[in-house]
């Protein structure tokens, strides 16, 4: 069992910058991909960014691509999401999530990540 406590999200202005971070609790976090994800009010939740469990392999969703970065400290059971660059449509609830399954490839898919974070709120005005 994995539980996911995300932190760092806030009111910022367009064009501005946060760093999201996610702590995992447990001893096999350095064996999870991890994902963040984004929900807006009235919309799906949608994949953000993935990131292997050794880091070396990283993924982008296109409408974030440039600007975030997925990084992650194994020895501080962490995943950090960097924004730069925001703009309003980025304001969303951002939960990170943890694939509890070994692949050779990762996932985007929010049916393949079994532990989610409670969220965090990102708001980012114009």
């Known amino acids: 069992q994995v539980q996911l406590v995300e932190s760092g999200g806030g009111l910022v202005q367009a064009g501005g910058s946060l760093r999201l971070s996610c702590a995992a609790s447990?001893?096999?976090?350095?064996?999870?991909?991890m994902g963040w994800f984004r929900q807006a009010p009235g919309k799906e939740r949608e994949f953000v960014a993935a990131i292997s469990k050794s880091g070396s392999s990283t993924y982008y969703a296109d409408s974030v691509k440039g600007r975030f970065t997925i990084s992650r400290d194994n020895a501080k059971n962490t995943v950090y999401l960097r924004m730069n660059s925001l703009k309003p449509e980025d304001t969303a609830v951002y939960y990170c999530?943890?694939?509890?399954?070994?692949?050779?490839?990762?996932?985007?898919?929010?049916?393949?990540?079994?532990?989610w974070g409670q969220g965090t709120q990102v708001t980012v005005s114009s």
């Open positions: 447990g001893r096999f976090f350095s064996t999870y991909a």
């Open positions: 999530a943890a694939d509890g399954v070994l692949r050779s490839k990762i996932q985007i898919g929010i049916s393949f990540y079994d532990y």
